[in-house]
């Protein structure tokens, strides 16, 4: 057991392992070189290079998947793990041993992508040590008790389907944490938490590495069972879509998380009536998208969490998101824009946002989401919003990410009506 959980806390983040993936990539080129003949090197780095730009210009200037420019370097690794699938390939002999030398090469440039991100910050964290008990919807509706793990009472794991009756979306499915006292506490009704992934990204973002079931599962221990409920919802329809979080050609996201998702929640969960009481919240493009939704539609949740969202609805540039989501119309994009909404809001006067409360949070640092959410606070203030903007360690990545609701999900419990 001591040695799994040696195995389980190796870090796959830090300067020690990047060393190691960066040497690793940079052996296994040089030693696909330097075993090569002239011509299948020259080959070998033309398909590479190739390949890479070819990747490069797809995702960064026609097909524009992400809303954040993905880093060189993740290139870099990419292109040193493809010229050593091409020399393996193009080797006449030992393709089995230079097979392994790729696979280590990949492996090392996909820890790089990791590292980017933070996903996964050891081993460990791959397949996390479970705190709830995972079911669907059906299963759910059947379960008369608490789950129980290791003898105690833990919450439930839920895949729901989010039905979009009004937008017609096409979401993917939802993922709950409903906490014990959901059934120790049967006349009781919970207060909610939405939560969006970025882009790229899908709903069990903030549940494969147990971010809210370890943060939800914390805070049931020291309030009886008691947690909000925590869904994180489907804000994009497909793992590389973007949307932008608007009503449009991609989807009507907004009307889908403004309108059909309280409503599913109500009809399928026993959560408070009160929207004023729910918080709608996210990452990256999770955090824009949950600043759009509240802006848009005060009325759908009482308050927000923002972390490191970008100034606004984006597909890479102004120019690409006004002429492709509308029409080139400017109007029509300011018409949904946070920043211009809650200036116009507070120039005329209008008091609708009143009643709302949030948070804005950028990693240390990612001084891009620093400057954009600091303003995005001033404005919202300005407009009448009870909101504040902070700090925590890390960059535009799960580790900022992961600290961030940690510290916000009491202050969002509050907002609920517990605590």
Sequence with gaps: MDFVNLIRSIPLVGTVPVSIMVAVLVIAAIGAFFFGTLKRNLVSVALAAAITVVVWLVLSKWW?????????????????????????ILNKGKRIAWLAVFLAAALCAGGLVNVQFNVYRTVGDIRPVPVTVTMDYNQLSQTTSAPQLNGREVGAEVTIPLEATKSGFHPRDAIAYVPPAYWTKPDMKFPVIVLLPGNPGSPDDWFKTRIVQQIADEYQQAHDGVSPIVVSADGTGGYLDNPACVDGARGNVQTYLAVDVPNALKAKLRVTDDQSTWTIGGLSYGGTCSLQVVTNAPQAYGNFLDFSGQAGPTLNNHQDTVDTLFGGSEDAFNAIDPAHILTAAADSGDSKFSSIQGKFVAGTRDSESQKTLSNLNDLAQKAGMTTDYG??????DFGTWRKALDETFDWAASRGGLG
Excluded: E, N
Aim: positive net charge; charged residues 10%; without cysteine.
């Design 64 to 88: 524009k998947p992400f809303p954040d420019a993905i880093p060189f370097y993740i290139y870099l690794g990419g292109g040193a793990a493809i010229f050593v699938l091409v020399r393996t």
């Design 391 to 396: 700090t925590v360690s890390g960059g535009h």
